[in-house]
């Protein structure tokens, strides 16, 4: 699809025509084949009474687990599942897990409110499972996947921009374009990514990858093998062997930090702006368990689409990159919860950069270096010619 775009569209993804969205479309793209398939849908909930009759899509909020319901639930019942060969169509909800991919406790209730288990009760006894919470739930998932042998997809933060884009685009053409980027930027020895802050400062950031194969979030679960796709989907990412340098952070109050890296672990921030409280405890948590600040990801978007407000659907963008702290087990790494001083701190954390959500500094380029080569990847948020071109063969 991106060779069809111009370029104006590219570098400005809100003036992209989408699809209306079909559940039947994305579903039969996304698991192909779905015929003879029992599929069910997981939510989370904090009051778990209101799971029983559907009592969260008449309360107030909930606006992650209405459109579950709204959209995936009822529209499987109300044809896609007779039109795609599936059956089952159940909702159950667990309990929330207040963080980024942490593992789910085994309790879950049904739309009767009874009590269940996950392990006994869902991943046995379905094909396929969509779990549409407000925290991401893919490496809890992917690993029960590999145990229970079901295919699934995670759609945390689910509203309605992302259904209408994110999820109404031809799932095909994500899985091709992806694979474009991700072959021109195969094995790549190394990436260096230069932030260039409001008082003029320049900091670089240096990702050691070991000539590594890139990998690709594409959205496609096609065949019997279980896996689990993160929808909405688009990005090509490494696991990174190495790092060090600086980058920027911009933290959930506003506070902007400089993030020092060494030997691939985040080891210090510093107050650029803001709350210096923001800063100690960032700094105390990197003390009490330097696991945190692990890199375990890197990745770049690969899809042009409209900002969402979630990240989920963001770090997919063509033109951002994002990196990421904790358990990357999911992602092929090497950084399991066990590693954790605790349970709670064994997330999967995303550090977006894009124009949206990091206002106060510009990616002023990356460049990959493969060999005796240097590429440019991006420059000021935007694609370069070298993955144009490539998304465009």
Not at 50 to 66: M, P, S, T
Not at 110 to 136: F, M
Not at 375 to 390: C, N, T, Y
Request: proline residues 4%.
């Amino acid at each position: 699809m991106i060779s069809k775009l111009t370029d104006d569209i590219i570098f400005n993804p809100e003036k992209r025509n989408f699809p209306t969205f079909s559940l039947q479309r994305l579903l039969g793209q996304v698991f192909e084949p779905t015929e003879g398939c029992s599929v069910c849908i997981l939510i989370d909930l904090e009051d778990m009474s209101l799971i029983k009759d559907f009592g969260f899509a008449k309360a107030e909020g909930h606006e992650v687990q209405k459109n579950a319901y709204k959209h995936f639930y009822l529209g499987l019942r109300e044809g896609v599942m007779d039109a795609l060969g599936m059956k089952g169509g159940e909702m159950f909800a667990y309990k929330p897990t207040y963080g980024s991919n942490l593992d789910l406790q085994d309790e879950c209730w049904d739309t009767e409110g009874k009590q269940l288990s996950l392990d006994k009760d869902v991943y046995p006894n379905y094909d396929i499972i969509l779990c549409i919470s407000t925290w991401s739930a893919t490496a809890p998932l992917t690993a029960k996947c590999k145990e229970f042998g079901f295919r699934g997809a995670t759609l945390h933060g689910l509203n309605d921009v992302i259904l209408n884009s994110g999820l109404a685009v031809d799932y095909n053409e994500v899985s091709a374009d992806a694979e474009k980027i991700r072959l021109a930027m195969n094995k790549a020895d190394s990436i260096e990514i230069d932030f260039t802050l409001e008082d003029g400062r320049v900091l670089t950031a240096w990702l050691g990858l070991d000539g590594q194969e890139a990998q690709k979030s594409h959205g496609l679960c096609k065949g019997t093998q279980p896996d689990v796709a993160n929808l909405p989907a688009g990005e090509i990412y490494y696991v990174p062997t190495d790092a060090r340098g600086q980058f920027p952070m911009k933290y959930e109050d506003g506070t902007l930090g400089v993030l020092d890296v060494e030997n691939r672990n985040i080891i210090r921030s510093t107050l650029i702006e803001g709350n210096q409280a923001t800063i100690d405890e960032h700094n105390q948590r990197l003390k009490d368990d330097p696991m945190t600040g692990t890199l375990g990801e890197l990745g770049f978007g690969t899809q042009v689409l409209p900002v969402s407000g979630q990240d989920i659907q963001d770090e997919k963008v063509l033109g951002t990159c994002h990196l990421a702290t904790g358990r990357d087990d999911h992602l092929g790494g090497d950084i399991v919860p066990t590693m954790f001083k605790k349970h709670e701190n064994s997330t999967h954390d995303d550090i977006l950069f894009a124009p949206h959500k990091t206002p106060n500094f510009d990616i002023s380029e990356v460049r990959m270096n493969r060999g005796d080569l240097q590429e440019i990847i991006i420059q000021h948020f935007k694609p370069s010619d070298f993955v144009l071109r490539a998304a465009r063969v």
